[in-house]
Every structure is written in C-alpha cells, then in structure tokens.
C-alpha cells in the first residue's frame, strides 16, 4: 500500500494563476484533510471531508477550494494564488468520519512557492 | 479559538526522559488529546492519544490532569532517533475544528 500520496512534490506559481493539488489514498478511509504548514510553524486545517460527498472548512478556508472526487480522493484548488499561500501542504486521511479519535495518516506534502 | 501553547525547542541527551507540555486552554470537553512526531521533509505521525489521566503505549507515555487544560507527553530514553518537532492536536470547543499545537523542537544530543 502507498498510504497517501500528493502531486505534485514542488511547485512555483505566479500571483493570480490557479493550480490543483491531488491527494489519494488507498486505506479505504471515509475521511481526508487538507493542512497547510508555514516555515517553523504548526499545521493548520484548511478543509476537511468526513466521508464521500461532503467537505467542510476548517480554521484556514479563505483562497481555497477542495472537491472530493470519490472515496480515495480529495483535491485542492487555489484560483487566484497569492504570495501569502506559500507554504507546504499536506493531505492525510483517516478511517473514521472524522473524529478526535481517528488516526490521521499524512502524506509527503506538497511545496507550494507563489512569487 | 483553543489556544494551544507548547515550548518552542527542548534540549536533551540519549538516555534521558524528556517530558513536552501543551497547553490548551478551551478545548472540547468529550474530544481525545493527540500527540504527533514529524520529521524535516516528512508528514507528521501518531504518537499517542488520550482522554484523561494516564496512557501508555511502547513508545511514550500521555498524561493528562483531571482539568483537561494541558497534557504532557513523556518519552523514556530518548535516542537521537527522537530528534523531531512533536505537536499536540486537540478538538476547540466553540468551532468542534482540529487545532495543532505550536510545536515542540527537541534535539537530542550523543
């Protein structure tokens, strides 16, 4: 099993274009979250999707967007980047309906420069 | 928000226990505290996990006051291997969102 996976692993944007991040995972779990983590500092939640078919915004929604395409993935999209969205994302998932108890599993992260 | 405090860095040497404090001080009153390790480059992972008083699994040790206002994650022994920024998650009670602590940078040294 891969667990989770995120493309790309790098990416250099310009103020105003938009860009996907995808995230998958094989775990079969119902729930997947989107973090974005700045330099020397915490994780913080962007969105979260606690089983197919529904999303729900976490402490950081503002710029984003996320679609959960099915059970195995969850995408994330910024339309107009700015330079305040650098930072790097991670995706990880979890086997319940996302509950304090869940055990989250993380992905690589993606490394997200907007110049 | 819960506000999440934790030390910003800890030093330590192979062998000794370390001890890594969060405080959290509104945080939702039926909703596990969860601790995570993450390596430079990597994604974090689980730790430990508790609700109250004391946990124990192989690695590391939660223990968490009857208040709920803090929980102290224990690592007996630590090896260099345990360099890593470790971070509590924990549930705020006004908003039911996850919330991360600060993070803790330990460094242990030979």
């Known amino acids: 099993n891969a667990g989770v996976t995120q493309t790309p692993k790098f990416q250099v944007l310009k103020t105003g274009q938009s860009m996907t991040l995808q995230c998958a995972q094989d775990?079969?779990?119902?729930?997947m979250y989107w973090y974005r983590q700045d330099p020397g500092m915490g994780l913080r939640l962007i969105y979260y999707?606690?089983?197919?078919?529904?999303?729900d915004k976490g402490e950081v929604p503002n710029g984003y967007n996320v679609s959960r395409l099915n059970k195995r993935e969850f995408s994330l999209r910024l339309e107009s980047a700015a330079p305040s969205q650098t930072s790097v994302y991670f995706c990880?998932?979890?086997?319940?309906?996302?509950?304090?108890?869940?055990?989250?599993?993380f992905g690589p992260g993606t490394r997200l420069t907007v110049l | 928000l819960a506000k999440t405090t934790q030390p910003i860095s800890m030093d330590s040497y192979e062998g000794q226990e370390v001890n890594i404090t969060c405080s959290h001080n509104n945080i939702a009153t039926n909703d596990y505290i969860t601790w995570y390790q993450q390596f430079p480059s990597q994604g974090p992972r689980f730790i430990i996990q508790?609700?109250?008083t004391k946990v124990t699994n192989e690695v590391a040790s939660l223990f968490i006051p009857a208040d709920r206002k803090s929980s102290t994650l224990s690592l007996p022994r630590v090896s260099l291997s345990d360099t890593a920024v470790y971070y509590c998650?924990?549930?705020?009670?006004?908003?039911?969102?996850?919330?991360f602590g600060t993070g803790t940078r330990l460094q242990v040294f030979p």
């Open positions: 990880a998932s979890s086997e319940g309906g996302g509950a304090s108890t869940d055990t989250q599993y």
């Open positions: 508790g609700y109250k």
């Open positions: 998650l924990v549930v705020d009670y006004n908003t039911d969102k996850l919330i």
């Open positions: 999707s606690a089983s197919e078919g529904t999303t």
């Open positions: 775990m079969n779990h119902n729930s």
